[in-house]
């Protein structure tokens, strides 16, 4: 847009405008950069600029090393994982100690496995930093399902099969409900549970109690794009067992599957499913 000032085009207002929003000298600014699920190459190359452009990166044990090592020399690191202390870094620091490195006029980096977006706590830190008047910019990055689904080589949807995808959990804040699995237990549904290894047991239990057939089809992918990737399959009937037996630990994806095929399949045979 250019602005016409007694009869000249004033480019100058222009630059006044925009450079302050994309450019902040002297506020600092904050990124929450999705570092994807553990191979470096499944960074994005934005993702990338901003890890090289940081003077501060925040980072916990979902981020792969490698990555880490993309950082600038002399650029500051902070581990804030929690595994170094479940008080060490309550969220509310993590917000505190950000906001106080931007208004140092730095550029923070505060990276995210995955996609900052899904299970990343983002908005606590995004509220924090509009709070403290500080520009904050989400990069997005490559989730741990989809990593996992492409790893296996099966896709995340199946035309005529699958129809509605689900993101969901199976650790919720302390004190709230689990997420009501009822809604998710019906023919055409893939699912994607994070955080859900502990909670299997449950999570079968719900879907099956909800009309889901045992025989719904399930992969577990852990530390999916990593050398050390692991890939069950198994089925919602044999969930938790399997999961004892095979000891599968976090951090894992859990895909569980409601094929049409399925559901007409044991409709023929006269078993009760789910609507
Ligand atoms: N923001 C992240 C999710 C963070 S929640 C994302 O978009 O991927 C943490 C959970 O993500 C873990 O408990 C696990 O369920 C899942 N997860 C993260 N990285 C993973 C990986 N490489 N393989 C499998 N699951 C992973």
């Given amino acids: 847009m250019m602005r016409r000032v007694g009869g000249f085009f004033c480019f100058c207002t222009l630059r006044m405008e925009i450079l302050p929003m994309t450019h902040?000298?002297?506020?600092?600014?904050?990124?929450?950069?999705?570092?994807?699920?553990?191979?470096?190459?499944?960074?994005?190359?934005?993702?990338?600029?901003?890890?090289?452009?940081?003077?501060?990166?925040?980072?916990?044990?979902?981020?792969?090393?490698?990555?880490?090592?993309?950082?600038?020399?002399?650029?500051?690191?902070?581990?804030?994982?929690?595994d170094v202390g479940a008080c060490k870094w309550p969220q509310g620091r993590i917000d505190r100690l950000i906001v106080a490195k931007a208004r140092l006029g730095l550029r923070v980096v505060r990276l995210k496995s995955g996609d900052p977006s899904i299970f990343g706590r983002a908005c606590e830190e995004?509220?924090?930093?509009?709070?403290?008047?500080?520009?904050?910019?989400?990069?997005?990055?490559?989730?741990?399902?989809?990593?996992?689904a492409a790893s296996i080589g099966r896709p995340l949807t199946e035309r005529g099969e699958t129809d509605t995808f689900v993101i969901t959990t199976g650790t919720c804040k302390p004190g709230d409900a689990a997420p009501d699995r009822a809604r998710l237990a019906h023919p055409g549904t893939s699912m994607a549970f994070y955080m859900a290894?502990?909670?299997?047991?449950?999570?079968?239990?719900?879907?099956?109690?909800?009309?889901?057939?045992a025989a719904c089809p399930v992969e577990i992918v852990t530390r999916a794009s990593t050398p050390?990737?692991?890939?069950?399959?198994?089925?919602l009937g044999a969930l938790s067992e399997t999961i004892a037996a095979e000891g599968i630990a976090n951090p894992a994806i859990?895909?569980?599957?409601?094929?049409?095929?399925?559901a007409r399949a044991l409709a023929g045979t006269g078993a009760v499913i789910a609507a």
Wanted: net charge neutral; glycine share 8%; proline share 6%.
């Fill in 24 to 82: 902040p000298k002297t506020k600092g600014h904050i990124a929450l950069v999705g570092a994807g699920p553990g191979a470096r190459d499944l960074l994005t190359l934005r993702a990338l600029e901003r890890i090289r452009a940081a003077d501060v990166l925040l980072y916990d044990r979902l981020v792969d090393p490698e990555i880490m090592e993309l950082a600038r020399p002399g650029a500051e690191r902070i581990y804030v994982g929690k």
């Fill in 126 to 148: 995004i509220a924090a930093a509009r709070a403290a008047g500080i520009e904050v910019e989400i990069v997005p990055g490559i989730t741990a399902a989809s990593a996992a």
């Fill in 197 to 213: 290894v502990e909670r299997a047991a449950q999570v079968q239990a719900d879907l099956m109690g909800a009309g889901a057939p």
């Fill in 228 to 235: 050390e990737e692991r890939h069950v399959a198994t089925t």
């Fill in 254 to 262: 859990l895909f569980i599957r409601y094929p049409k095929s399925l």
